[in-house]
């Protein structure tokens, strides 16, 4: 699936992709509404009613992925609701041997997330895998999302790469179009981004299961 010797840099995901999106999908479509509405005196039904509403606003946008944003939103301290938590945070299957194959073969791996920096570094607290990247880029930081064409010109900025020679792994479609559209040229998504939810078979992108189907070799 993957010609390891046409690839300089690697650009993975965090949520989804490296990390189970369980933890995600759980937390906010169904402890952030218990949450909600013992907080704001809502029946259950209420809560999710109003809230699934809110989410599906605005989606791949920076207030979408930002805490703050949410905090403020829904007069609730996300961050400490997430921290406590955060013993769900897992990292998917083969993904810390994949990462250890990558630094080995000494090409460039980035992490590219629109995950707040309060999600990062709750999530790092708890399972730390910053160790095996070149560099770890937050969108909030660069003013736009993955979603945005503004994202991948302020990522060459910030960390030249060449776009012919870059793969990008990612679970989020619009994201994989963003990158296509700019010009990456080796794009993959994740069959199966919450370990709990059934595998996807309608992607547009070519998918795998898990990163032992595309390992790079071990050096000798």
């Known amino acids: 699936m993957i010609d390891w010797n046409s690839i300089d840099t690697v650009l993975l995901d965090m949520d989804g992709t490296l990390l189970d999106l369980h933890f995600d999908n759980y937390f906010w479509m169904q402890h952030v509404p218990e949450v909600y509405a013992r907080t704001h005196g809502l029946s259950p039904e209420d809560s999710i009613e109003q809230l699934h509403a809110a989410f599906s606003v605005d989606q791949g946008t920076l207030d979408w992925y930002s805490l ?3 905090s403020q939103r829904l007069n609730l301290d996300i961050p400490a609701i997430k ?7 897992d990292v998917r299957p083969y993904a810390v041997e994949f990462l ?3 630094h080995e073969s000494h090409r460039d791996v980035v992490m590219v997330t629109n995950a707040h920096r309060k999600t990062l570094d709750i999530k790092m607290d708890h399972i730390d895998i910053t160790g095996w990247f070149d560099r770890v880029v ?3 930081e660069l003013n736009a999302p993955k979603e945005e064409q503004a994202f991948w010109h302020n990522l060459q900025a910030l960390h ?3 776009p012919g020679r870059t793969l990008l792994i990612d679970d989020t479609e619009r994201v994989l179009e963003s990158a296509r559209d700019y010009g990456i040229a080796h794009l993959l998504t994740l069959l199966q981004p919450d ?13 795998i299961h898990h990163f032992d189907e595309i390992m790079p070799e071990a050096l000798p």
């Open 138 to 140: 937050v969108s909030h």
């Open 160 to 162: 030249p790469f060449d």
């Open 195 to 207: 370990s709990k939810r059934q595998k996807r078979i309608d992607t547009r992108f070519p998918g």
């Open 68 to 70: 703050d944003y949410w």
């Open 83 to 89: 921290r406590e938590l955060r013993h769900m945070v």
């Open 100 to 102: 250890t194959r990558l």
